[in-house]
């Protein structure tokens, strides 16, 4: 599919310079699998497209079909991810093979996260506009080591001071620093994300190489959060039983 002029307009602001052999990441995305967002596999093609996105991380709220079906369909690759409800935060997980139950602690969660060898990364930190972990939960992940990396730019965060105070946490306790657009529309896809080494996402240590690139990464992005127009549409049951 073939973007539209309007689409590549709305990312015009993305004509940034890619240094050779790195790739453009972007850590936090959705679909219509997720309960908040409908986000369809064709809007999702011209969107990725639009945007130049190399790598696209899908997390879907509490569940990861969306993400395992969409590897073979988008231009770019897809990492498997999930954004799963913890307590009265979130938390990310990425190269998932199964989902992760929603509910359970930050610690479980991570814990899990872990079992199937992803990377544990915290969403919007710090906001509190949002359904973040507590400074104190964040802290405990990291001292427990079982944190990997923290969201140093979400394109729907409104102030900039606390993209900051993320990236400068992830700084100051040695953790990669991502971006991402959280985008719950086609239209911000791309809003956010993460210049970085190219790496192979396939095969024994896909993980860790993913991660070993991003901490030499770059953050390129804005806020971006308008409002969403309201269109008559049907998505499709993503309910799997």
Not at 82 to 98: H, N, S, T
Not at 105 to 110: D, G, K, L, W, Y
Not at 157 to 167: C, I
Not at 182 to 192: F, I, K, Q, R, Y
Request: charged letters at 25%.
């Amino acid at each position: 599919m073939k973007p539209s002029p309007e689409a590549i307009e709305r990312h015009a602001h993305l004509g940034d310079e890619l240094p050779a052999g790195w790739i453009r990441v972007d850590f936090h995305s959705h679909t219509m699998w997720s309960g908040d967002c409908t986000t369809t596999p064709d809007e999702l093609v011209e969107s990725v497209q639009a945007a130049a996105i190399d790598v696209l991380c899908i997390t879907d709220h509490n569940e990861v079909v969306g993400a395992q079906r969409l590897k073979d369909e988008l231009s770019c690759r897809v990492v498997v991810g999930e954004e799963v409800r913890v307590g009265q935060g979130e938390i990310i997980g990425l190269f998932l093979e199964d989902r992760i139950p929603a509910g359970l602690s930050p610690v479980q969660a991570a814990q899990r996260i872990r079992d199937q060898g992803g990377l544990v990364y915290v969403p919007h930190p710090f906001d509190p506009m949002r359904n973040c972990l507590s400074p104190a939960e964040i802290d405990e992940l990291n001292e427990l080591d079982l944190l990997d990396g923290i969201e140093g730019w979400n394109a729907k965060t409104s102030l900039a001071s606390l993209n900051r105070r993320a990236a400068d946490y992830g700084e100051v306790h040695g953790l990669w620093v991502g971006a991402g657009s959280d985008a719950h529309v086609p239209d911000a896809l791309g809003a956010a994300y993460l210049q970085m080494p190219d790496v192979a996402l396939e095969g024994p240590g896909a993980a860790q190489r993913f991660a070993a690139a991003a901490r030499h990464g770059r953050v390129v992005g804005h806020h971006y959060d308008a409002p969403r127009r309201w269109s008559a549409r049907i998505v499709p049951s993503v309910y799997d039983g």
